[in-house]
């Protein structure tokens, strides 16, 4: 089973990433939304990687324009899916939004086509029932600036096929990620066990007025020697997914609802999500934590 097509479904920061860095390394890839307006950001975000893989890859003009011309976009699900052999969902992390989309995918998708989540913080048997074939879909979950933090965690659920995992696997190393298995389900991964916490404790020590997001992060980063806190990877990983996570956990800690609310009416409102928009904890593109003086 090999894959040669790939469809990113939802062309937000990550989608937009996945979609690029496939199509880097040579794979046919379909880009879908639900308007054409999220598409245009898709395509703005994609001009905006190539410069990026220019800086940090040392790839040329030709390449990263090449990688470009590979990806096609699209508002229609049936006309994004036909054919192709992976599609990967990145569409907001909330359990009612996925369900309703695979409940839509299932119908027009090929009955060969592999689906995979990446999902943060759900579980993909949570999924696997609406997606009407669970011995084809799994989860594969990447961390953002996926050009560089270059790791694709797969994950199966006990009912994925030992095919579809390798073959899964065997596409992660084929985009040049690093690939991780996990053969048991774990809610967050490797990646996100351990960084969901730490971002979360974060949050209610500024929610509960214990300290500000820069002393926060001045003290992470002196006492381990950290590059950046917790406040400036979540200004990376955007402030629309721990929003989501947080609301996902407000199901059995009303306690989250609060720390989301205070990202709603601080951050998201005020159209402040972090570095994509130029604003979250920091201003970009010289937040103050790159600052010889920040840790003084």
């Not at 989608?15 to 880009?31: K, L, N």
């Not at 996990?182 to 929610?207: C, M, S």
Request: net charge negative; charged share 20%.
């Amino acid at each position: 089973m090999d894959i040669k097509t790939v469809t990113v479904c939802g062309s937000g920061v990550l989608g937009s990433q996945i979609a690029y860095q496939t199509a880097f390394h040579g794979f046919d890839v379909r880009v879908y939304d639900i308007n054409d307006e999220a598409l245009e950001k898709g395509r703005a975000t994609a001009q905006k990687l190539q410069g990026r893989y220019q800086q940090d890859l040392q790839a040329t003009p030709e390449q990263t324009q090449a990688a470009a011309d590979r990806i096609h976009f699209s508002t229609d699900l049936a006309t994004a899916v036909e054919g192709v052999d992976l599609v990967i969902e990145a569409i907001p992390e909330n359990i009612a939004v996925k369900k309703m989309f695979y409940a839509q995918l299932r119908q027009v998708a090929d009955a060969n086509t592999i689906f995979a989540t990446n999902t943060s913080t759900l579980l993909p048997s949570e999924l696997m029932e609406d997606t009407g074939r669970p011995e084809k879909f799994l989860a594969l979950h990447f961390a953002n600036q996926i050009w560089i933090n270059n790791t694709a965690e797969i994950m199966r659920t006990p009912r994925t096929s030992d095919e579809v995992f390798e073959t899964v696997v065997q596409f992660a190393q084929d985009i040049g990620m690093l690939a991780l298995p996990l053969h048991k389900e774990q809610a967050g991964y490797i990646l996100n066990t351990l960084l969901v916490p730490l971002l979360g404790a974060a949050l209610e020590l500024v929610v509960k007025g214990v300290a500000d997001p820069q002393t926060v992060d001045k003290t992470w980063m002196i006492a381990t020697g950290a590059p950046r806190g917790p406040f400036a990877f979540l200004d990376v990983i955007g402030l629309t997914t721990p929003y989501n996570i947080n609301m996902n956990a407000a199901r059995e800690n009303p306690e989250r609802a609060v720390v989301a609310q205070y990202l709603k009416e601080n951050y998201i409102d005020q159209g402040k999500f972090g570095v994509a928009t130029g604003e979250g904890f920091y201003k970009y593109p010289n937040p103050a934590y790159l600052r010889d003086d920040f840790l003084k």
